[in-house]
């Protein structure tokens, strides 16, 4: 099924998608006249080719991030140094849960691609079965390991044939994406498939 993705502030730069990939990229008006069957979803803010986040070891491995129902005992916030490396000692079957949890958190920021070099079964199958593509840690690194890290890397631009995989943000232009940070995500698209849409 044919699937056209627009956003509010980026109308050029809408993207027809045809299963796992894109069919066509270009002026809303245009697709929309040529695919009139094609499912529409509207979005705000700017479509981009979504984020290249270069702290996978870090978030994944580095940290735990508790379930909801430990928000007791942990808070809900990601865990890091010491304190994290104590609680997969205690329950190495943590690991798992933990990278299924931070790969959502990964997917709500817009995040499409990771970089670093896993080296836990965890965090590689958490990355695998999500369909985050794995990429090139930049020469330079970011600030500090974050799910927004500034400065922010984005893919480069859709293109036909490709993989459909993309991410839209609740702002007026990349500008202000940049000021405001990936949090401001309001859907990810990996595979074709919407595996995050802010509620």
Known sequence: MLTLHVAEASPETAVLVDGAYVAA???????AAVYEDARLRRWPGILTPGLLNPYGPELLEG???PDPREADEFGTEPIS??????????????????????????????????????RGRAAKDAVRRAGLAVGQRPQAMPGPPSFSPTPLVLLPALTV??????????????AALVR????????TVLAGRLVHRRR
Do not use: K, N, W
């Open 25 to 31: 990229v270009g002026p809303y008006e245009e697709l």
């Open 63 to 65: 940290m735990y991030h």
């Open 81 to 118: 140094g010491p304190r994290a490396q104590a609680i997969f000692r205690t329950d190495p079957a943590r690991l798992g849960a933990s990278a299924r949890r931070g790969v959502q958190r990964l997917l709500a920021h817009g995040t499409v691609a990771v970089a670093g070099e896993l």
């Open 161 to 174: 044939g490709g993989p459909a995989r993309f991410a839209v943000f609740d702002v007026p232009d990349r």
């Open 180 to 187: 405001q940070g990936a949090s401001t995500c309001v859907a």
